[in-house]
């Protein structure tokens, strides 16, 4: 629950009145909110019981800042009016009945089950399809090639010291999925009319996470706190009936008449099954290989690549918040500005007060991602970037075209930084130079860093497209194009290459197969992954009964 105040003792009715755009200094107290809902319902301050925050966001736009809230408010009882009448006589199109309708989805399939659901992944996609197979009696079997969070953990930090790549357990595998060793920003842009997305953050919650992403604007949890989270969503499938294997790879398919009817786990174990939930991520190449030999019909898919780019965070959010900063939390920004070549170039899945990571997850290559910890405390602010590529920019029509691509750019990555992130000074990309020593910004890099020239890192259209960008975007954060600002390369795994088809049902061609999340393009972030597990539990759920 969302937090709110209980100002009054005494019982509150059960409709609340749902007030948007309550503008608040940021140095607001509390009594300031009680005399804002006071005023824009024309009561007296005494006459309200309780306020949940249902929404904060930050409006920098002036000189003086705001917060705006929506917030839910619960009148005492001894007040005559009903919140209905209330409403009428406030006439205020920011004043309603405020909607509490949650996420309630009852099972109704019909056919039998004769094994056990499997769900291949716990990323957030599989995770959450999991975890509502599990709470309504599916009993469903997990597997996942990489190891529990805790181990995994250990790997990747080995991998960052020694570049000892785990192959089955790295940034991009293992329990949680590749958005653990992540910033862990929930916000998305799929709109929701069933509820699924505050389903999404309540669980978030119930698991642990921070309660602050129930109401503010761009919600956060944080690597740090992620990892938990992740852990006891896993605890309670497995109370649920669920059982979740590590150090399981879905390897093959065994399928009849267009059905499938087994699989095979780690080339050696066959296990029947009827049902199976591929959310295996964006970067399962091998098992992409693996799903369109057996049949699968899969399609290349846009994606995004470009570089990270790092700037002192004090500069961020002196740019964004001028001498306000200092009360504010670290500051992010969005950036997007249309070439002359006709793309769009813009920034991603940035991180303030965050790490450059060496995400790789194949030998020889190197690609890079972000990630920051709850209080977001680094010094410096980095995202990604990137311009969108193409499928007739991959240079074949094959399907797995896109992953080529991704390939020559991370192994020419790999090869520039031998090994380590290839980090570049703007100013020097712009010479086409070497860098030799770093300026005012410090790498904050996971993984260890070579100093060195990127030019080569990214096609020529590519490269070109960004520099122009970063140029543009210094009109809107002064010091943006620094030429001491950093770059690391190459951020390749933005999306998914690739599209698993999947009908109405939201079954593949192949009866049985249900495509799901991120990987099988049918996502893009945590949030949205998460949403699309539950889509496919439903799919699940409307078409076979219960174990
Ligand atoms: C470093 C990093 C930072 C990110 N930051 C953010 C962020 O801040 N906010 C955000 O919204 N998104 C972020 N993302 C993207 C986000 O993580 C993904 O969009 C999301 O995790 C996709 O969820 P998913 O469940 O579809 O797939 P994944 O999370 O990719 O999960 C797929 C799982 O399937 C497993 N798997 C794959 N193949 C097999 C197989 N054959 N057998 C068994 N298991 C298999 C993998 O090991 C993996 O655990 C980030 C990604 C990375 C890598």
Not at 234 to 239: N, V
Not at 296 to 314: D, M, S, T, Y
Request: hydrophobic share 35%; aromatic share 8%; with cysteine.
């Amino acid at each position: 629950m969302s937090p709110g105040f209980q100002l009054q003792q005494g019982k509150n009715r059960c409709d609340m009145i749902r007030i948007t755009q309550i503008k608040l200094s940021i140095r607001h107290s509390e009594e300031d909110m009680i005399n804002a809902i006071a005023k824009a319902l024309k009561l007296s301050p005494q006459k309200i019981v309780k306020y949940q925050i249902v929404r904060r966001s930050i409006d920098a736009r002036k000189s003086e800042i705001k917060y705006i809230y929506t917030v839910d408010v619960a009148i005492s009882e001894s007040h005559k009016e009903k919140e209905t009448s209330i409403v009428k006589r406030c006439r205020n199109v920011n004043i309603s009945i405020a909607d509490q309708t949650k996420y309630n989805f009852k099972p109704s399939g019909t056919a039998p089950l004769s094994h056990r659901p499997v769900v291949v992944g716990t990323g957030p996609a599989g995770l959450y399809c999991a975890w509502l197979l599990a709470k309504n009696g599916y009993q469903p079997l997990v597997i996942e090639r990489g190891e529990e969070i805790r181990q995994r953990v250990r790997s990747v930090e080995h991998f960052w010291k020694t570049r000892e790549l785990n192959l089955e357990s790295n940034v991009q595998f293992g329990e949680g999925g590749a958005g653990t060793f992540s910033d862990g920003k929930l916000n998305t842009m799929v709109k929701d009319t069933s509820h699924r997305h505050g389903f999404v953050l309540d669980h978030f919650v119930a698991h642990g996470a921070p309660s602050d992403i129930l109401y503010i604007n761009k919600p956060h949890i944080g690597t740090d706190q992620l990892r938990s989270v992740i852990a006891n969503i896993r605890k309670d499938i497995i109370q649920l009936g669920g059982e979740v294997r590590f150090g399981s790879k879905l390897t093959d398919l065994i399928i009849e008449d267009g059905f499938l009817t087994q699989i095979e786990i780690n080339h050696k174990e066959r296990i029947p099954c009827q049902v199976l939930v591929a959310a295996i991520g964006h970067s399962a190449r091998d098992t992409f290989d693996m799903l369109l030999r057996r049949g699968l019909i899969l399609r290349p898919k846009p994606f995004a690549v470009g570089f990270r780019i790092e700037h002192r965070q004090a500069m961020i959010n002196e740019s964004q918040y001028g001498k306000e900063a200092s009360l504010l939390p670290p500051a992010d920004y969005k950036l997007t500005h249309q070439t002359s070549s006709g793309r769009g170039v813009y920034s991603f899945c940035m991180c303030p007060g965050g790490y450059v990571v060496n995400a790789s997850s194949e030998q020889g290559l190197l690609a890079v991602n972000g990630m920051s910890n709850y209080a977001r405390e680094g010094e410096n602010a980095n995202s990604a970037i990137v311009v969108t590529i193409k499928p007739e920019d991959f240079g074949s029509t094959d399907p797995l075209s896109g992953i080529e691509f991704q390939r020559k750019l991370e192994r020419m990555a790999y090869e520039t930084g031998k090994g380590l992130i290839p980090v570049q000074l703007f100013g020097d990309l712009l010479r086409d130079k070497d860098s030799v020593t770093i300026g005012n910004v410090t790498p904050n890099c996971k993984g260890g860093y070579r100093l060195t020239n990127l030019t080569n890192c990214l096609p020529k259209f590519i490269r070109e497209d960004i520099i122009e960008g970063i140029l543009a975007f210094d009109q809107k954060i002064k010091g943006f194009a620094h030429e001491e600002a950093v770059l690391s390369g190459v951020e390749s795994r933005t999306s998914s290459p690739v599209r698993i088809l999947r009908n109405e049902a939201l079954e593949s061609n192949i009866g049985g197969i249900y495509p799901c999340g991120e990987g099988a393009g049918y996502a893009g972030g945590i949030t949205s992954a998460a949403m699309d597990g539950i889509k496919v539990f439903e799919a699940i759920a409307t078409k076979y009964r219960p174990i």
